[in-house]
């Protein structure tokens, strides 16, 4: 039965910052190329280790290797989706764990197809926008490209549905992103509207879920706490910066600035 999302604790959100600050996961990243060196910069800012294997050879080897893995079909083309089945595969026979960011998934049917069969693969978690969570549930979606038409909070049903049907947990972000792993549910408020004119803080986000899926303990509260950490850097990014031109450099101190402080609510600009 689902019960109604809860806020995120900022002090759950705190335990797992400081468990990836220590352990630094790798993680392999196959991203499109819109977002390739900003996906890195994030991580690296947080305290990860960002890899971006891209050959199909390669990729098996690497994802077997790495703390997690990363699969964004955002720029897919068939080379592409090779190295990325090629990629899960050996990350599953590896145990370790993969998340899916299912871009632009909907209006699109050649990669529509390829992201349905990617959850049947097992991923750990899934991370997108309102839009896409519908989509890739079988519900009719309003996004454009790659942006979302849809409200996250309406999208929560899918995206409980979806984590039921995967066993992965979704992640349905907006102006609140809410986390379930199809029973529970938490609510992750935060951010900005700026930060949708910005590309790729979705992206990011989803490797950012990569690297805590990695970490130990409960799954669902690693990735609201993924979820926490991104909104409450944009947040205090935007309260700052003139516009989207700005916005990247402020962020990526934040995310390195990141304190218990912050996460806790405390000093707000
Ligand atoms: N209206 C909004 N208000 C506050 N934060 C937002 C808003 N829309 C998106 N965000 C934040 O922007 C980041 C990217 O989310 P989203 O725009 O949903 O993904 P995508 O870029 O894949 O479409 C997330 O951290 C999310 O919380
Ligand atoms: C613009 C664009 N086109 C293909 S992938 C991509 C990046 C999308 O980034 P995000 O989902 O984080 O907005
Ligand atoms: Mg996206």
Redesign the pocket.
């Known amino acids: 039965m689902n019960t109604r999302p809860t806020f995120l604790p900022g002090s759950l959100a705190v335990t797992s910052l400081q468990q990836l600050r220590l352990s630094a996961p790798l993680v392999h990243c196959l991203t499109n190329d819109v977002v390739q060196s900003f996906t890195a910069n994030v991580l690296l800012a947080l305290g990860a280790s960002p890899a971006m294997v891209v050959d199909s050879g390669e990729a098996a080897q690497f994802s077997a290797i790495a703390d997690a893995l990363l699969i964004n079909v955002g720029t897919l083309t068939r080379p592409h989706a090779d190295a990325m089945l090629a990629a899960v595969h050996a990350a599953n026979q590896a145990g370790k764990p993969w998340v899916l960011d299912p871009?632009a998934v909907g209006g699109l049917s050649w990669r529509t197809e390829f992201c349905l069969k990617l959850i049947t693969l097992k991923p750990a978690a899934i991370r997108?926008?309102a839009s896409e969570i519908l989509a890739l549930s079988g519900l009719s979606a309003s996004g454009r490209g790659?942006?979302?038409g849809d409200d996250s909070l309406a999208a929560l049903p899918a995206a409980q549905q979806l984590a039921r049907q995967t066993g992965a947990v979704v992640a349905v972000?907006?102006?609140t992103?809410y986390v379930t792993d199809g029973e529970r549910s938490r609510a992750v408020a935060g951010?900005?509207?700026m930060?949708?004119r910005v590309v790729g803080?979705?992206?990011a986000?989803s490797a950012v879920v990569a690297a805590f899926v990695a970490l130990p303990g409960g799954r669902l509260d690693n990735v609201a706490a993924a979820?926490r950490v991104?909104?409450c850097a944009?947040e205090r990014a935007c309260a700052v910066v003139k516009g989207p031109g700005s916005f990247t450099p402020e962020f990526l101190d934040n995310l390195y600035l990141i304190s218990e402080e912050w996460l806790n609510g405390e000093g707000m600009l």
Do not use: F, Q
Request: negative net charge.
């Open positions: 871009v997108g926008n790659v942006d979302s972000t907006g102006e992103d951010g900005h509207p930060m949708t803080t979705g992206c986000l979820c991104m909104s944009g």
